[in-house]
């Protein structure tokens, strides 16, 4: 489902100044899904000399989070001036209830409580019929929608290190450049369409989970047969694999370090949304369908705990290989 041109067109000229190329200075930002990565980000942009009032569930985040310069607050009301509002949540069903609100508690949500012009800056890694169903939602009230998710895991957030991929109005787009330009390393702006972002953040991960699975399966053929794997890595990262994801993950995989990053349960989510976008483009997916089993059989062995890269674990487990994952964390991951 995409917004029609007329609605998006009405949306626009009811912004008014608003919606024009200003870029924003130091104004105050609502922040939403502070986890690992929302913190870190939250707080670059604060660090940028940007005002963050970030909604948090539980009143015991706010004193940590007041101490790397936010504004913490547990009442999303607080949130309904603000110029823009980013969301960092888990899922398709969170984002929703943001947006929507819990009509059972009375909880209002951001489509009727922020004002007219104002941009709900969509971070989240959700499914493409998501973010056009919240663009709507948003456009009917006047609002902008900008689907922005993010290639890079927490350290990356910390180091202002992210890959943005950013779709919306383009008069939206411009106004949200300078959160952009304190998040992350670079920005590619792909359209108009914000569902386009979401796909395209979807697809990409299941090129780093398929290319998870393949370095796992290589990996356990050379163990099987009494071989140390990291001369063959070593290779195939110096000629024909040389990305971030072979070598950054493949050492991972080599050295049987696991720490939690992108956790698999998460992971998996993905993988369940990228099939159902296959599926409803009549695309089939196999390799992906390999992956959710392998995921699906790892988290019901207990390995939900454990980064995606454990699809390494899965592969020796599946070769008859007893492994015990080094869970060290000073490994730099490539994406989450």
């Known amino acids: 489902m995409t917004i029609e041109p007329a609605l998006r067109e009405a949306a626009v000229g009811q912004r008014g100044d608003s919606g024009s190329n200003s870029r924003l200075s130091a104004q105050t930002t609502g922040f939403i899904g502070l986890g690992h990565m929302g913190t870190a980000m939250a707080a670059n942009l604060a660090a940028s000399g940007i005002q963050v009032i970030a909604y948090v569930r539980r009143p015991e985040q706010m004193a940590k989070l007041a101490a790397i310069g936010l504004k913490p607050t547990t009442n999303i009301a607080d949130l309904f001036d603000c110029e823009v509002v980013i969301s960092m949540l888990p899922d398709d069903n969170a984002v929703r209830e943001i947006v929507f609100g819990r009509e059972g508690v009375r909880l209002k949500g951001l489509a009727m409580g922020l004002k007219p012009g104002a941009i709900h800056l969509s971070m989240?890694?959700?499914s493409s019929a998501a973010a056009s169903l919240l663009a709507s939602e948003h456009a009917i009230s006047g609002q902008g929608y900008v689907a922005a998710p993010v290639?890079?895991?927490p350290d990356a957030a910390k180091t202002r290190q992210l890959f943005i991929i950013a779709a919306g109005a383009p008069t939206d787009i411009e106004r949200c450049r300078p959160l952009f330009d304190s998040l992350g390393q670079q920005t590619f702006v792909i359209g108009a369409d914000p569902a386009q972002a979401n796909l395209t953040k979807l697809l990409g991960n299941m090129m780093t989970a398929t290319t998870l699975e393949i370095l796992g399966e290589v990996v356990a053929v050379f163990r099987k047969r009494g071989l140390d794997p990291k001369p063959f890595l070593d290779i195939m990262t110096s000629t024909m694999f040389g990305g971030r994801v072979h070598k950054?993950?493949?050492?991972k995989i080599v050295r049987q370090a696991?720490?939690?990053?992108?956790?698999?349960?998460l992971a998996f989510k993905d993988v369940?949304?990228?099939?159902?976008?296959?599926e409803s483009a009549g695309a089939p997916m196999p390799s992906v369908g390999v992956v959710r089993d392998r995921?699906?059989?790892?988290?019901?062995?207990?390995?939900?705990?454990?980064?995606?890269?454990?699809?390494?674990?899965i592969a020796a487990e599946e070769a008859g290989l007893h492994v015990a994952p080094m869970q060290s964390s000073d490994i730099v991951e490539a994406s989450s």
Do not use: C, K, Q, V
């Open 124 to 126: 989240s890694t959700i």
């Open 151 to 153: 290639f890079g895991n």
């Open 248 to 251: 950054i993950y493949g050492d």
């Open 258 to 265: 696991y720490a939690p990053g992108f956790l698999m349960p």
């Open 272 to 278: 369940r949304l990228a099939l159902a976008e296959g």
């Open 295 to 313: 995921m699906i059989t790892g988290i019901a062995r207990g390995h939900a705990d454990l980064d995606w890269s454990a699809l390494g674990l």
